[in-house]
């Protein structure tokens, strides 16, 4: 009579009953989470159980700052490229006892991940070989849980699609549609926009979303990846704009230090309340986005549609100059000048009203000496009949060349 002596070869009812077996066996408290460590299944514990155990089942995901201190330790990367059980030394700075984890994987992919305190240290090697069966034995569970996640988030996708291209046709049909996905709104909302150097193929997909959802400060209600973007929709029912974009430069350090990779730009549009705006708060993500990418040092350090000042009307006269071509004739014979004799009197010109017709500063800005400056000031006024002390003028000249930086 053959007798089966391996618990985990059966087909368990539930997560929940995986991590019953695995707490009965081994006699000690079991989490079972997601990819994200998103709480999936718990066993019993004793009463006086650590700290990261209680925060983790309340909270029903590991806490942000325990992940990071993982990192931190290369104790994550650890598990997630081992391929037996590891053990975890107790880290009292965050309440943290002994524990063994292992990754639960398909293929090269990893579906969540089993830890199991082990505070007494009566985890043997029997232990952990029922440890990595009980990982064999979750795989299926968790991909169904996947294979879950997956239809929730295409009909997320599709959803936030039609709101982005303004294909929903009313206020009531998208707050009944979300109702139906289970998608709760906020009361206001912003559209964002993480843009990289390189396409968002599925493992670096992967790896964004799994720095965005383990990270509790950003509030992320919706997205879609395109092409190079990754296209958010966020709560900004508390209107602390400036901390949720010093939270998300932080997300995108934390993307470069873990993974290797960081976006290039954030952009953002104004937030709002009716979700028929969806469109114009991504348009103005959109127009943020491009005026980064045309006017690099001066939108190197702004993210906001709010931060644009007139540059928001830049794409309008750049439409306008398109529609009527019209040379600036003071510009024109400067470029002349230039052309002939090698002279680079518009950059001088553009660095002096940049510099807000400062001659010391805009003299460091060339770092040329101040006299020299005077002297290029005069062949410009004399050459393109321009007066430096007519603000009107200025104005113009100064509106013209940053056309001609953007056309550029």
């Known amino acids: 009579m053959n007798v089966n002596l391996d618990p985990f070869d059966r087909d368990f009812e539930?997560?929940?009953a995986i991590a019953d077996t695995i707490s009965q066996i081994l006699q000690c408290p079991v989490t079972i989470e997601d990819s994200n460590h998103r709480l999936l299944a718990y066993s019993t514990h004793a009463p006086d159980t650590d700290p990261v155990r209680i925060a983790t089942i309340i909270g029903?995901?590991?806490?942000e700052?325990?992940?990071?201190?993982?990192?931190?330790?290369?104790?994550?990367?650890?598990?997630?490229e081992s391929q037996v059980p590891v053990l975890i030394e107790p880290i009292d700075s965050i309440g943290l006892n002994r524990r063994i984890a292992v990754a639960i994987r398909h293929h090269h992919d990893i579906l969540g991940y089993i830890w199991a305190m082990d505070e007494h240290q009566g985890i043997d090697d029997q232990g952990l070989d029922d440890l990595n069966k009980a990982s064999h034995a979750a795989r299926s569970k968790l991909l169904q849980v996947q294979t879950q996640r997956r239809r929730r988030e295409e009909q997320s996708f599709e959803f936030f699609w039609e709101m982005l291209t303004g294909s929903m046709d009313s206020e009531h049909r998208i707050v009944d549609r979300a109702h139906q996905l289970g998608i709760t709104l906020p009361k206001s909302y912003r559209i964002m926009i993480i843009e990289f150097d390189t396409l968002l193929k599925e493992k670096l997909y992967e790896q964004?979303?799994?720095?965005?959802?383990?990270a509790q400060r950003h509030r992320k209600v919706l997205h879609v990846r395109q092409e190079q973007r990754l296209l958010v929709l966020i709560d900004a029912t508390d209107d602390d704009i400036d901390g949720h974009i010093?939270?998300?430069?932080?997300?995108?350090?934390r993307m470069q230090q873990r993974f290797g990779v960081k976006p290039v730009h954030l952009a953002s549009g104004l937030s709002y309340s009716l979700y028929m705006d969806v469109v114009k708060s991504y348009q103005e993500a959109i127009t943020v986005m491009n005026m980064k990418k045309h006017l690099p040092e001066e939108m190197k350090h702004l993210h906001r549609y709010e931060e644009l000042g007139w540059y928001r009307f830049l794409p309008a006269m750049m439409q306008e100059r398109r529609a009527r071509p019209m040379k600036d004739l003071s510009l024109s014979k400067l470029k002349e000048y230039d052309k002939e004799h090698q002279s680079g009197l518009v950059s001088t010109l553009s660095i002096f009203l940049q510099a807000d017709c400062n001659v010391k500063r805009a003299a460091e800005m060339l770092h040329i000496h101040s006299n020299t400056l005077?002297?290029?000031l005069k062949r410009i006024t004399d050459i393109g009949s321009i007066d430096l002390n007519d603000m009107e003028q200025k104005i113009s000249l100064y509106l013209e060349l940053k056309m001609d930086q953007w056309q550029s």
């Open 208 to 214: 964004v979303l799994y720095t965005i959802h383990t």
């Open 246 to 253: 010093a939270a998300w430069m932080l997300l995108m350090e």
């Open 14 to 16: 539930s997560i929940e």
């Open 374 to 376: 005077m002297y290029r």
């Open 65 to 80: 700052h325990v992940i990071s201190m993982l990192w931190r330790e290369g104790i994550i990367q650890q598990v997630m």
């Open 60 to 63: 029903r995901r590991v806490p």
